[in-house]
């Protein structure tokens, strides 16, 4: 085997962006570095497929075979492999600059500190976190998906969903162990839950369960794109890192089928309408004997237990009572619901006092702007985890 000239740089540690690095040497002519470059890959990282097969590859064009990198495969495991080359390869060629905002997450609460973006269709899992207020990529992961894709809309689908979710509990291999026995090893480092179907899901009549951020079987790296029954699988140090960052009850998962990044200054555009609305939202509602409060939800407004007509019923007697009163508001996240045109979720914390009880409740308000062009809520509900 040639000697190896170039040792990879110490910050390059992270087996993926090692693997990215190579195919940069293939493509510019470097093709004995390459072929060193991913030995080493390989004897650290016996279980990593992907680099497996492209070291085979390079062997042979080292050895003459200058037609070796395969494009397509009849072969659905070599197929599957190929598939997972291209998007870690896109993805690094097309990263997103350090100020871009993503399109479906334009406001991160302070108190969130960390959320969970994940981009199914580039096969990328991105924790955020919140720098006053607009969210930053902290770090980015490869991951799977379900076997037939994305838009779960019922049970056995083996679709992953679309939607905004938040992380619910975390299963360690000792939990997973007692629960599924000897299906436990499916799971590798471990699971995190979510909360899917989560209230806009529900209203819609999506069914299923058990959607879940999890690792991988320990005698391999990663699975390839398109392998779970619904669930995001990612490699098992890949969610030990994870794991460190996020609160099972509070942390954000956003599903989205595709990211566009916008700028700081896009992105301010396009909270300003949803913003306006949402403070005369919070003013008419102080306003005790002002009827303006109910424009501002829609006419198939409707809630597990309300449509528009109980809710109008109930909320009048509810402001009879109550007299003139305000309502603040803070820790507030904003997203453009993923797959829903012109619809918002706003989540946020608002105190509440009544009849002498104080505190506080986190409550999510789907927001959507209807013919009129007027932005109005069409369900709302508290935001719990479960």
């Known amino acids: 085997m040639p000697a190896n000239p170039y040792s990879p740089p110490d910050e390059i540690v992270d087996p993926e962006a090692r693997l990215v690095a190579a195919l940069d040497r293939l493509a510019q002519g470097q093709a004995d570095i390459a072929l060193n470059e991913i030995y080493q890959l390989v004897e650290e ?68 500190e960390r959320a969970v973006l994940v981009d199914l269709r580039a096969a990328r899992l991105y924790l955020m976190w919140s720098v006053g207020g607009r969210p930053r990529i902290l770090e980015d992961h490869y991951i799977g998906i379900g076997k037939y894709g994305t838009g779960k809309k019922r049970e056995g689908d083996q679709r992953t969903p679309v939607g905004i979710y938040r992380i619910t509990s975390y299963l360690n291999r000792e939990m997973l162990a007692e629960k599924y026995d000897d299906d436990a090893y499916l799971y590798g480092a471990g699971a995190l ?44 140090s890949d969610f030990t890192r994870l794991l460190k960052e996020v609160v099972p009850g509070h942390t954000l998962v956003i599903f989205s089928d595709g990211i566009e990044w916008i700028s700081r200054s896009q992105a301010k555009i396009r909270e300003l309408e949803i913003m306006e609305a949402l403070k005369q939202w919070q003013s008419d509602w102080a306003a005790a004997d002002s009827d303006a409060f109910f424009e501002h ?90």
Not at 300 to 320: G, H, I, P
Request: proline share 4%.
């Open 45 to 112: 990282q016996p279980n990593f497929r992907l680099a497996q097969l492209i070291y085979g590859d390079l062997l042979q064009i080292h050895a003459g075979d200058t037609d070796s990198l395969k494009i397509s495969s009849r072969n659905k495991r070599l197929s599957a492999l190929i598939d997972e080359a291209r998007l870690r390869w896109r993805q690094r060629q097309t990263l997103p600059d350090a100020d871009a905002i993503p399109d479906v997450l334009l406001r991160l609460a302070l108190r969130e």
């Open 193 to 236: 839950p979510i909360n899917y179907p989560n209230l806009h899901d529900r209203l819609l009549s999506r069914t299923g369960s058990g959607i879940w951020l999890h690792g991988v079987p320990d005698e391999t790296y990663v699975r390839p794109p398109r392998s779970s029954r619904g669930c995001v699988t990612m490699a098992n």
């Open 297 to 386: 939800y829609a006419e198939d407004y409707k809630t597990e237990s309300a449509n528009l007509a109980s809710f109008v019923d109930l909320e009048q007697r509810a402001r009879a009572s109550r007299g003139q009163t305000a309502i603040d508001i803070d820790n507030l996240s904003l997203m453009s619901y993923p797959d829903e045109k012109d619809t918002f979720l706003i989540t946020f914390r608002q105190a509440y006092n009544d009849e002498g009880l104080r505190g506080f409740i986190r409550k999510q308000q789907y927001w959507r702007k209807d013919t009129d062009g007027r932005w109005r809520i069409i369900h709302e509900g508290i935001d719990a985890a479960s």
